[in-house]
């Protein structure tokens, strides 16, 4: 499409990658691939995506209404480039942009290792928190479902590796109290020693 706009990101971070298979997002809509791209502010990076999420605005709305188009859609909060800052809950998201970009099922991103070797779509070389150049191509919706400025997410490429983002951790044993009256172990349960996988994982 006219208004597509592509930029590729250098050295980015990596956060939330579904790139195994795509799933669908909070179990509505049609599956997809995705992943956040966490951007330094004012880098390179950035300023390359602001100019193409303006440009992308330009060619879908007019030169004249391309500012007001972004200021709007950033606004409501219907565009693929956040700051970081608002969610800054989430690892490696305070200080930085976060560029949100999704492809479809029918179309996933290609990733690539160093010497542009292609990797599988479950590769673990790829993951939460590593470093990565990213293409993206960012275009302008305007439908049945409103408008927006979104970003497609066409490739990954590892650079090199970083401090994996974790999900949650389970709970600790101190958290608990002791259940009065309770059994220390049921006689039919068969536990697997503390720190023992039970075999699946050795």
Partial sequence: MENNKRVMLSGVRLAFPVLAKP???????????SATLLIEKNSQNHKNVLAALRQAAADKWGEA??????????????????????????DGFEGNMALS???????????VDGQRNLLPQNTPLIYAGCYVNASVEIWAQDNQWG????????GVQFVRDGDSFSAARPASV??????????????DFDAAPAGDSGGEFD
Avoid: W
């Avoid at 799933?23 to 691939?33: A, K, L, V, W, Y």
């Fill in 174 to 187: 101190d958290e608990f109290e002791v259940v009065e009256g309770a059994a220390a172990l049921d006689s």
């Fill in 65 to 90: 209404k391309a500012d007001a188009a972004v200021k709007g859609l950033t606004a409501g909060n219907k565009i693929a480039l956040i700051d970081g800052d608002a969610k800054a809950n989430y």
């Fill in 101 to 111: 970009a999704h492809s479809q099922e029918n179309a996933p991103p290609r990733l």
């Fill in 147 to 154: 408008k927006r400025l979104n970003a497609q997410l066409r």
């Fill in 23 to 33: 799933e669908q997002f909070n179990g509505t809509g049609n599956p997809r691939f």
